[in-house]
């Protein structure tokens, strides 16, 4: 069963006939998780996802083990534990990365909670892994990065940090649980619970976002997984638990500086003495991406900008870092995106951030991405607890430890990139393909070929033809603009050629999923509008 939208109608139809034991509201990495959990060990589940799969914070990269607090050894050592899980699991989606952590003298010193619980996890964190955190000397900083500024620094740290596609790796967990059997639809907004005779939730209305069609989705058991909209979504619970009221919010903010400009050797991170935040660069491939986060207020949370002094203050803030580097300039910082994450740890929230109205309606906070499958497998416990116990149905345990979401690709995907019959892939293609597809390359490849000799491509780059035709009928794209956002083209690849080629993309997508002249011109402008802003 292939995760696809041509059959979008026949999908939404066919769902509103049976109903299922789960449906999942988020299509992000939380949502996914417990899609791919519940799936597996047999339970029928849907999930429905307002926008496209893997926006907002599961749409990001993000460091495995950086920043988090956990208030135990026993946590830190499950932490590493799942690192290990994942790498070997997901291992195309992760980017081994040297890390320099600056702490400095500006640093405020046991100003906060959140700085005092960092100092006391501190040794923790250093004796359960020797060989991850190594103090250096000032001598080797020279060495490693010269152009930190000393002046600045108190002391540097030195461990082997995992960046990880979160967007790739959600899209990989839906796929692995579409296998499973279950039903995944994005552009699907839930817009009223249904309820039984006695007041519990057994199923939503949802409104169809591309055709404006009402479906109704029965279901045992609802979860709220849609991460900083988790709030909002319970309001339409009539036992509303003003989850709001005990929940913090924040900016999660990337942007990305061409490597040319910014030569880094490898990843550094400090505090932002303002904001109290961790600040990290990224060099992956030709650019150098920045993440960080700002405080925030639930009443912004519709906005998707950063402030002019934000920009400032962060331009600013690198200077100090870093010598021999001309002041930035707020156009330097390319591409920003900015979305919404919930600040609380659930693990420090009553029941680990698993919270059960009255009506029955779950809401799941969504736990650090190292723990996604932990936080997972323990939702799925909960409702197998429950099946067991009102319907006498039993399920099997969680084995996702063992799943491979994603492995390498094969030897001969490998030499057909080296020795390709038909086309010349560039070092740049190689390693995009290598880490974006992983084992998948053969079918990328396989399209290649196919569109090549059948010259179907027409002014299209083949290979983005190819890749076009397989996103179209294995990873579910509707929007010509999910299709360059999930694969970040403007990234990788020259934005003005995704221009001069968006037509072509436009013709292949309309003709494929029967849009009208005016869903066409709509999805033009939208594209052309976001390129634009990119550039």
């Known amino acids: 069963m ?57 749409g990001q990269l993000t460091p495995l083990l950086s920043e988090q607090l956990y208030p135990s ?86 461990y082997n940090e995992s960046y990880l596609d979160q967007m790739r790796l959600t899209l990989s967990l839906l796929k692995k649980a579409n296998q499973f059997g279950g039903q995944m639809i994005n552009y699907m907004k ?39 909209r988790l709030a909002k979504l319970s309001q339409l619970d009539s036992t509303d638990l003003q989850i709001k009221s005990s929940l913090k919010i924040k900016k999660m903010i990337q942007m990305r500086l061409a490597r040319a400009n910014f030569p880094l ?30 405080p925030a207020e639930w009443h912004v949370i519709e906005d998707g900008t950063l402030s002019q ?19 930035l300039e707020r156009n330097d910082l390319k591409s920003y995106q900015l979305t919404y994450v919930v600040d609380n740890d659930p693990f420090q929230l009553p029941n680990n951030g698993i919270v059960e ?45 063992s799943f491979r979401l994603i492995g390498e690709p094969a030897d001969e995907a490998l030499n057909a990139l080296e020795n390709h019959p038909f086309y010349c892939f560039t070092e740049a293609e190689k390693r995009y393909l290598l880490h974006h597809y992983g084992e998948h390359i053969d079918h990328v490849l396989f399209y290649l070929k196919q569109v090549i000799q059948e010259q179907a491509h027409g002014a299209l780059n083949p290979l983005l033809f190819a890749e076009l035709v397989y996103c179209l009928e294995n990873e579910a794209i509707y929007k010509p603009i999910d299709f360059l956002k999930r694969r970040i083209k403007v990234f990788l690849r020259d934005q003005n050629n995704i ?5 072509g993309i436009l013709t292949y997508m309309e003709n494929q999923l029967g849009w009208s002249q005016e869903e066409r011109s709509y999805y033009e402008r939208e594209c052309r509008i976001w390129l634009n802003d990119c550039l």
């Open 2 to 58: 292939a995760l696809t939208n041509l059959n979008r109608e026949q999908l939404c139809q066919t769902a509103t006939e049976q109903k299922y034991d789960l449906l999942i509201i988020g299509g992000g990495v939380t949502g996914a998780s417990i899609a791919l959990d519940a799936s597996s060990r047999g339970m029928s589940t849907i999930l429905i996802e307002k926008d496209d799969f893997a926006t907002e914070a599961s």
């Open 73 to 158: 050894r026993k946590l830190w050592s499950k932490a590493y534990q799942e690192k290990t899980i994942i790498e070997q699991i997901a291992s195309p989606l992760c980017w081994p990365i040297d890390v320099l952590e600056s702490t400095n003298k500006m640093d405020p010193i046991l100003t906060s909670n959140k700085t005092l619980a960092q100092q006391l996890i501190e040794p923790l964190k250093k004796s359960y892994k020797p060989n991850h955190y190594k103090a250096i000397s000032k001598r080797s900083i020279r060495n490693l990065e010269p152009r930190l500024n000393e002046r600045m620094i108190r002391s540097v740290n030195r």
């Open 190 to 228: 839930a817009v009223r619970f249904l309820y039984d005779d006695q007041k519990i939730i057994n199923g939503v209305e949802a409104e169809d976002q591309v055709t404006g069609e009402l479906y109704q989705f029965k279901s045992r058991k609802v979860i709220n997984a849609t991460g900083s």
């Open 265 to 294: 050797n490898r990843g550094v991170s400090f505090r932002n003495q303002v904001s109290g935040e961790m600040v990290h660069l990224v060099p992956i491939n030709e650019w150098i991406y920045i993440m960080t986060y700002e």
């Open 309 to 327: 002094e934000e920009l400032i203050r962060l331009s600013n803030l690198l200077d100090q870092m870093f010598t021999d580097n001309d002041d």
């Open 357 to 401: 109205s009255t009506t029955g309606l779950i809401t799941v906070i969504g736990a650090p991405l190292i723990f996604y499958r932990y936080q997972a497998n323990r939702v799925v416990d909960l409702l197998m607890k429950s099946f067991k116990r009102q319907l006498n149905i039993l399920y099997s345990k969680s084995e996702t430890r």
């Open 499 to 503: 221009q001069l080629q968006l037509h």
